[in-house]
Nanobody, 115 residues
Framework: QVQLVESGGGLVQPGGSLRLSCAAS????????MGWYRQAPGKERELVAA???????NYADSVKGRFTVSRDNAKNTMYLQMNSLKPEDTAVYYC?????????WGQGTQVTVSS
C-alpha cells in the first residue's frame, strides 16, 4: 500500500503564491498518471493539473499560465506551484497517482485565498 501526503496549503492573499507537495510513502512504479484535483464547497471535484506517463502535462483552463505541476522522482514527490492566486482557487486540493491496477489519493490540503 502507498500513502500520499499533501502539504503546503494555507491562507494566502489574492495575488500570492503557494507550493503544494504530494509525498508518496515509497516509490510507485509504473505510474500511468499523476494529478492534482480540487474541490470547493458545494462543487464537484475537478482536475487542476496532471502529468501523463511520458512527462507531458495538462492544465485546467482556469489555471493555465498560473499553476505549474512538476515531480521529483528521487524524492517520490509531486508539486503544484500556484502563482497569482485568486479567491476562486479556494478549495481542498488532492493529489492522485494512478498505477496499474491501483489508484491512490491523498487526504487533501486546504487552500484559502482571501484578503
Amino acid at each position: 500500500q502507498v500513502q500520499l501526503v499533501e502539504s503546503g496549503g494555507g491562507l494566502v492573499q489574492p495575488g500570492g503564491s503557494l507550493r503544494l507537495s504530494c509525498a508518496a510513502s515509497r516509490r510507485v512504479f509504473p505510474i500511468k498518471y499523476m494529478g492534482w484535483y480540487r474541490q470547493a464547497p458545494g462543487k464537484e471535484r475537478e482536475l487542476v493539473a496532471a502529468i501523463i506517463s511520458g512527462g507531458s502535462t495538462n492544465y485546467a483552463d482556469s489555471v493555465k499560465g498560473r499553476f505549474t505541476v512538476s515531480r521529483d522522482n528521487a524524492k517520490n514527490t509531486m508539486y503544484l506551484q500556484m502563482n497569482s492566486l485568486k479567491p476562486e482557487d479556494t478549495a481542498v486540493y488532492y493529489c492522485n497517482v494512478l498505477t496499474d491496477p491501483y489508484d491512490y489519493w491523498g487526504q487533501g490540503t486546504q487552500v484559502t485565498v482571501s484578503s
